[in-house]
């Protein structure tokens, strides 16, 4: 079975991945950290998924290539706030980024005898950890720490800095740089006591914090935590005390072409050379050019691609790189212009429409319009955006079979047919709330969804019984009750999962057992039936030492320190019975569960879950 290559989420961590041409901003930064005074804090400010976290990596790739071979010696340490707020630590986000600090400091030196027993600034942080998370038996620590806050909060800090003191002198370090990432994901008031606590207890000589956030969640904290209005707020003060050097990052100056090639290149899709020109102006006129949306869009170019396949093979209008140009246009108008896009699903489309939605004043006055209008944002300002849109949109649906007299001009019937048909399935990926859906379930794809319903209830009940023992020793506390996902568009995917979230210690990545099913998905032309079971997100480290000998065939889809990890697949007969299909499914599952719940036990009793 061929692999389908999507785009990951993940960050650039490499000099060889950046297309973005983050590097220069990159040396910059590792020679301010190298050059600058100590304690000093850098701010990398952007939209959520603008680069971030991949320029914070490029930056300390460099640094540790500038102290290689350097009898002094550089530290990093990196702390993921939203990963740390997830899975019932939200309230202890700041607690845990002082926490992870004093572990790094105590262990960075484990060669010396010096740091063997537990030091002040750990134990002081558990005095104040008693009031923060609630321990048992700590009510009169707590009323204690709320009466003298302040001989606490200054006994954490003289240990912080003692501590650190300690592991300079024995690790020979000349800086200490702490990258602390995804801010902005926080809930905007966490964000704000992170900030603080960063500024209270970890103002350190020798220290440089470089943070990923976002200004905007800042704002958006302060007025929560006081109770006011951002016009009444001084934000940028706030801001200005924690943050010594802010760096805005260069969206505008990314190299649009080299990622947009880049990402049309690794999924396969087949465009010429003309045709980036006109991805990137659709980009920057709808949702504008951030990586992690745009690599949103090519993965649901990739994913409706597979669906192009089988719709439109009987359509000769297009050339493959004209259908899959008019696609991610569709793509833009409908995750930007949500409105016009169902519109068009409706509307009695013609080369008349087309010239009209072109024209501002068109959208801000035609009666024809009046219904689109109650959908749309009616500042100038907008219908300006959406008429230069939908003039980049008209381009985009120009096909080089048209033979009328102005072609470019024009848009003929065979490109409306065109549009339409892809129209016609583009709707699956929608995430608003209000689509105009253009295709229905018919019985027999109800039937299917149906079946597969079945088949996990019945193996969620029989689970519960043949592996109570198991299930009982790792309690809710380290796997989760066993639960199905199903997705709603099931013309196009007709698959089900069983799934269960495995808890892993404080520092460590949580996983999922994933359990699947596929009846036949369009994304897969030849009918063939599909079983995986695998562990999503797992770190792939602890999977090698821990499971790999229990699933010697088992593959992973990236070399990254995270990732999914396939234990065990099947690719079945499309004429297989429902009652072997079934079985098969069981056997497999408990093929799986029969080495994985076992094994998780004993790690569990080694302290290892």
């Known amino acids: 079975m061929s692999k389908i290559k999507g785009l990951k989420d993940s960050p650039i961590k490499i000099d060889e991945n950046d297309v973005l041409g983050l590097n220069q901003w990159a040396n910059a930064l590792s020679v301010f950290i190298l050059s600058s005074d100590t304690p000093m804090t850098i701010g990398i400010q952007g939209n959520w998924g603008s680069g971030k976290s991949s320029m914070m990596y490029l930056v300390e790739q460099r640094l540790k290539a500038k102290y290689q071979n350097q009898d002094k010696k550089l530290h990093t340490i990196w702390f993921n706030a939203w990963q740390f707020s997830q899975f019932n630590q939200g309230n202890q986000v700041t607690i845990s980024l002082l926490s992870r600090f004093i572990d790094e400091m105590e262990t960075f030196g484990v060669e010396s005898t010096q740091f063997r027993e537990e030091s002040g600034a750990k134990k002081a942080l558990r005095w104040i950890m008693a009031g923060a998370i609630g321990m048992a038996g700590a009510g009169e620590i707590a009323k204690e720490i709320i009466q003298e806050p302040s001989k606490d909060i200054a006994d954490l800090k003289m240990q912080l800095v003692e501590l650190v003191g300690k592991t300079f002198q024995i690790a020979n370090l000349d800086k200490i740089v702490v990258f602390i990432d995804d801010i902005d994901r926080l809930i905007p008031q966490k964000a704000i006591e992170l900030l603080e606590a960063l500024k209270l207890f970890l103002d350190i000589e020798g220290c440089v914090y470089v943070l990923a956030c976002d200004y905007q969640v800042i704002t958006q904290g302060l007025t929560q935590k006081f109770g006011v209005s951002e016009a009444d707020l001084n934000g940028r003060s706030f801001f200005d005390k924690i943050i010594q050097v802010p760096f805005n990052m260069p969206v505008n100056q990314y190299n649009a072409e080299a990622f947009c090639q880049k990402m049309l290149d690794h999924i396969g899709i087949e465009y010429k050379p003309k045709d980036v020109d006109l991805y990137i102006d659709l980009i920057n006129h709808s949702v504008g050019f951030n990586p992690r949306t745009v690599k949103r869009l090519f993965n649901n170019l990739l994913l409706l691609n597979i669906v192009a396949e089988q719709v439109l093979q009987e359509q000769n209008y297009a050339q493959p790189n004209e259908k899959m140009r008019i696609l991610f246009a569709t793509l833009c108008l409908q995750n930007s212009f949500p409105p016009m896009y169902n519109y068009l699903l409706k509307a009695e489309m013609s080369d008349q429409l087309f010239k009209k939605l072109r024209l501002p004043k068109a959208l801000k006055e035609s009666k024809e319009f009046a219904e689109l209008r109650e959908e749309l944002d009616k500042s100038e300002a907008f219908l300006v955006k959406l008429a230069r849109f939908m003039g ?21 019937p065979e490109e409306i047919a065109t549009l339409r048909s892809i129209m016609s399935f583009s709707a699956v990926v929608a995430v608003q709330k209000s689509q105009v859906q253009p295709m229905s379930l018919d019985d027999e794809t109800n039937t299917k969804r149906n079946f597969n319903r079945d088949i996990i209830y019945n193996l969620m009940s029989e689970i519960e019984v043949k592996y109570q023992p198991e299930l009982k020793i790792l309690s809710s506390s380290v796997i989760s009750e066993f639960k199905p996902y199903q997705p709603r568009r099931a013309e196009l995917f007709l698959y089900i999962e069983m799934k269960s979230r495995v808890s892993m210690p404080i520092n460590q990545q949580n996983f999922e057992m994933i359990f699947a099913l596929d009846t036949g998905s369009l994304m ?63 056997q497999t599952a408990f093929e799986v569960l029969d080495k994985l719940l076992p094994r998780l036990v004993q790690l569990y009793q080694e302290g290892k879950l």
Do not use: C
């Open 392 to 412: 980049v949109f008209f381009v985009a649906l120009q096909l080089e079979s048209d033979t009328s007299e102005n072609p470019d001009e024009t848009v003929s």
């Open 524 to 586: 897969w032309p030849d009918g063939k039936k599909h079983i995986w079971h695998s562990l999503k997100q797992v770190q792939n480290l602890w999977f090698e030492n821990n499971l790999s000998d229990l699933f010697p065939e088992a593959y992973a889809f990236t070399f990254e320190e995270v990732g999914d990890v396939t234990l065990l697949e099947r690719e079945l007969s499309p004429e297989i019975s429902e009652t072997e299909l079934e079985m098969t499914f069981k």
